[in-house]
């Protein structure tokens, strides 16, 4: 049993880091988020509207051009796209216009731009764009998987360890990028500086509950020594 007698609320906009012993149930949450598990008891309450991004784990199509996976991250663009495409030879006028529109909301002459300077901001150098994602190592490849992530439009982005393969500039330009998105963000990580700069409330996991502090890792530090004080 992970989780029991627990609960927590996280309200639109809120930077929440994720922590707990190695175990606790931290990955297993954001599963349970995502929808890949169900909750033995009790519910899970997301916005029906509300879209969810996350890093995958692994990466299945490595003939894919980097700068082509990482703009699959958005699969309403690539849907579009692909059915324009087939509208187009179908000569179907009325369709094809009503693609466009859905297109320029769906932000597809700048998706491009926008891939790239998430590749640029991980540490991509150009000429790595068109090459193929099996040409990297398995710490470039968790960037790709990061900057997809980050390519997907969404209200809640599930993070879970994304500085693990991450150098400095990376990590600060990371922190920059996340300052700016106007979603709600979840991350689970080790690195409590990264965890520090960007969280705004810790959810501690703590025997099967689940803790909520105000403020980032240090400030989690200081209110739980003075919680453990007045339970002594």
Not at 27 to 32: E, V
Request: glycine share 8%.
């Amino acid at each position: 049993m992970l989780l029991e007698n627990a609960e927590f609320v996280v309200h639109p906009g809120e930077r929440v880091g994720i922590v707990g012993a190695n175990g606790a149930g931290k990955s297993t949450l954001f599963a349970l988020l995502n929808g890949h598990l169900d909750t033995d008891a009790g519910q899970v309450v997301i916005p029906a509207t509300w879209q969810i991004a996350s890093i995958a784990q692994e990466i299945d199509d490595t003939d894919r051009l980097a700068i082509d996976f990482v703009m699959d991250g958005d699969t309403r663009l690539r849907r579009l796209q692909h059915e324009r495409a087939t509208v187009d030879a179908e000569h179907d006028g009325l369709r094809l216009a009503e693609l466009e529109a859905e297109l320029f909301d769906a932000g597809a002459f700048s998706a491009q731009s926008r891939a790239e300077q998430l590749l640029v901001g991980l540490g991509f150098a150009l000429d790595e764009f068109t090459q193929p994602v099996a040409s990297f190592s398995g710490g470039w490849r968790m960037r790709l998987n990061l900057a997809r992530a980050l390519m997907a439009p969404s209200d809640l982005l599930l993070l879970d360890e994304p500085t693990n393969h991450l150098d400095l500039d990376a990590m600060l330009w990371l922190e920059r990028w996340l300052a700016s998105y106007a979603g709600t963000v979840m991350v689970i990580s080790h690195d409590t500086e990264f965890l520090d700069s960007v969280a705004k409330t810790i959810l501690h996991f703590d025997d099967g509950k689940l803790i909520r502090y105000k403020g980032g890792y240090e400030d989690f530090l200081e209110q739980r020594a003075e919680r453990l004080r007045q339970t002594q």
